[in-house]
């Protein structure tokens, strides 16, 4: 099912619905489903499973260090494969403008046609690690906007090659990314927004925001995206804090604020588990604001791990 026929099902009742990311190279998916588990008692009506770029590795070669290309997380789809038909529950594979052709796209949409995936998340992806800006592939996109129509024309059957007489189309709902304190290279939150509006224009169904720690940042976007026209449902997307390090991290990954009497709490802390509780604490508080406020779903990056989205969830829905 669409992640916005879940939300139309649910009536006004605000779901849970969380966000994974493949396991590196050569490990178990176990770990995967260990993390998963426990939270599928809060009956999530969609995960979402990211995408990682590339990166640059060095391997030694005839006494040289060889510079090879190389995907630490690949697997994107077939875990959505996975989880769907283990969990009966919908998924959402991440499918990045950067490091794929557009052949490449279309190849990965008509797969996850194939296995009955019915949603997509259409991101630009960030630069690769070396890079300063983001670039894009040879024959790739260079916006999201651009992916989306791409995955608009697909659900019309038009593929890249009409040399296709397409008798089966796809019919993707398509999430994009939403920026409450704005995209870090954009040059102000209005010029964001008017990029988001494209993207929806363009055949978005549904946006999902990044992380952020002040709900009344999250409420201000909401209303200036639906003073500009965005009428699609918006869902916010929010983390807890786990380790202080956390406090110069995201930040400086994200560019997002964090709230003073957040950062206080947490330079209080003496160990990792008081951070991890204050961090469990905050996001429950936000959670309920939201939820009282009639969000969609309430998104949870749990990066992995498991355990305090558990504790949020359980406090919470
Ligand atoms: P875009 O919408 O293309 O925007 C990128 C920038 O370009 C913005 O500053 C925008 O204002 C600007 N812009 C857009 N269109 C134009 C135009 N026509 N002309 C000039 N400027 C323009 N990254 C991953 O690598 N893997 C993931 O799985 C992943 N999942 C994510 C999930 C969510 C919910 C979010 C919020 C982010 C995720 N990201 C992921 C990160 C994302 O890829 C980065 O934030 C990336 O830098 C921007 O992606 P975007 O889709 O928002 O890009």
């Known amino acids: 099912m669409k992640v916005t026929e879940h939300i139309k099902k649910a009536n006004g009742k605000t779901l849970f619905s969380f966000e994974i990311i493949p396991p590196k190279k050569g490990k178990n998916i176990q770990e995967?489903?260990?993390?998963?588990?426990?939270?599928?008692?809060?009956?999530?009506?969609?995960?979402?499973?990211?995408?990682?770029?590339e990166e640059y590795v060095y391997v030694e070669k005839e006494g040289l260090l060889d510079r090879q290309i190389t995907r630490m997380r690949p697997g994107t789809v077939g875990i959505c494969a996975a989880i769907k038909h283990k969990y009966n529950v919908d998924t959402v594979p991440h499918v990045l403008c950067g490091?794929?052709?557009?052949?490449?796209?279309?190849?990965?949409?008509v797969d996850c046609h194939y296995l009955g995936i019915e949603n997509v998340m259409a991101l630009r992806g960030d630069a690769m690690n070396h890079q300063?800006?983001?670039?894009?592939?040879?024959?790739?996109?260079?916006?999201?906007?651009?992916?989306?129509?791409?995955?608009?024309?697909?659900?019309?059957?038009?593929?890249?090659?009409?040399?296709?007489?397409?008798?089966?189309?796809?019919?993707?709902?398509?999430?994009?990314?939403g920026y409450p304190e704005k995209h870090l290279e954009a040059p102000?939150?209005?010029?964001?927004?008017?990029?988001?509006?494209?993207?929806?224009?363009?055949?978005?169904?549904?946006?999902?925001?990044?992380?952020?720690f002040d709900n009344s940042k999250f409420f201000k976007f909401v209303e200036d995206a639906r003073k500009m026209g965005i009428n699609v449902p918006i869902i916010p997307g929010i983390k807890p804090i786990a380790v202080k390090r956390h406090l110069q991290i995201l930040p400086q990954v994200f560019k997002i604020d964090l709230p003073e009497e957040l950062i206080l709490e947490v330079e209080k802390c003496k160990t990792n588990a008081e951070v991890r509780q204050v961090g469990v604490e905050w996001c429950i508080a936000q959670s309920k604001e939201l939820v009282d406020a009639g969000v969609p779903t309430v998104h949870y990056y749990s990066m992995g791990k498991s355990s305090n989205i558990q504790q949020i969830a359980a406090g919470v829905f």
């Open 188 to 212: 102000s939150l209005k010029s964001d927004l008017k990029r988001l509006k494209e993207k929806v224009d363009a055949g978005a169904d549904y946006i999902v925001t990044q992380m952020f």
């Open 32 to 53: 995967l489903y260990d993390n998963i588990d426990p939270l599928m008692e809060f009956k999530p009506p969609f995960i979402d499973v990211t995408t990682s770029r």
């Open 99 to 109: 490091g794929f052709t557009r052949e490449e796209t279309e190849y990965l949409l």
């Open 132 to 177: 300063k800006y983001f670039e894009p592939s040879e024959g790739g996109h260079n916006y999201a906007s651009d992916l989306v129509k791409q995955i608009k024309n697909l659900n019309q059957g038009k593929y890249l090659h009409d040399v296709i007489e397409a008798d089966h189309k796809s019919d993707f709902c398509i999430g994009v990314a």
